[in-house]
């Protein structure tokens, strides 16, 4: 089975400071993405990558960067957090889909309080 | 623009009984791909079926199949003989094309919460 693992379910940081949220997947997937999730409004992407060192902005990259340094690994960082950037936010990864139709495969969730 | 349309932000439906989650999309490419998932209380999002816009059959899993209408761009989900571990916000989503190429990336739609009553 896929595993995506993000490295923590709760979160809590204070205004300003910077936050990094890890996520790794053991299935050796090329893409990877990082979402947020806010009551209402569904899923909204902010980053993803299909290769190593590469990233492509989604829908909402305001305020977020990601590294991906290693192919297991995508990592979003929030360069001084606000309240505004208080979310669910959710990892995932698939393979690079010749045809498109391999599924993303979702890890846990960190659930981040900005104070 | 590639949109994803889900209308009913709480549905109820008896145990046992089937129920029909309903999702409209837009888009204007002609190979497209939809996804539905399932995301508990707890969290974690689980794919559960897939249909392509070129499959001449509906997609089936188990208890979930869809019910994809092309002409009226629809890909609504059937879950037959709801369980109460069904209870979840459901995700409907598009594949859509991605800015480097061959990447794609999912649009999803709002989401709908389904409640199975005992």
């Known amino acids: 089975d896929v595993k995506v693992t993000q490295s923590s379910r709760y979160l809590v940081k204070r205004t300003g400071e910077k936050v990094f949220l890890e996520c790794v997947q053991d299935m050796d997937h090329e893409n990877m993405f990082w979402y947020r999730q806010d009551p209402g409004l569904g899923l909204r992407l902010i980053y993803f990558s299909y290769d190593v060192k590469m990233k492509e902005k989604g829908d909402i990259p305001e305020g977020y960067s990601v590294s991906r340094e290693k192919k297991e690994r995508f990592s979003l960082i929030l360069e001084s957090a606000s309240t505004n950037q208080t979310s669910m936010y959710l990892c995932?990864?698939?393979?690079?889909?010749?045809?498109?139709?391999?599924?993303?495969?979702f890890g846990d969730g960190t659930r981040l309080s900005i104070l | 623009a590639q949109k994803i349309t889900q209308t009913q932000p709480g549905m109820f439906v008896q145990e046992k009984e089937a129920v029909t989650l309903d999702c409209t999309y837009d888009t204007s490419d002609q190979s497209y791909g939809l996804f539905w998932y399932k995301q508990p209380s707890s969290g974690e999002m689980i794919f559960l079926i897939y249909q392509g816009s070129y499959d001449e059959q509906n997609a089936t899993e188990g208890r979930y199949s869809l019910n994809f209408q092309k002409a009226r761009k629809s890909a609504n989900l059937v879950i037959s003989a709801s369980q109460l571990g069904d209870s979840a916000m459901y995700f409907c989503a598009m594949r859509v094309k991605g800015p480097g190429a061959g990447s794609y990336q999912l649009t999803f739609g709002k989401g709908t919460k389904l409640s199975v009553i005992p």
């Open positions: 995932a990864s698939s393979l690079y889909p010749p045809g498109g139709t391999q599924p993303q495969h």
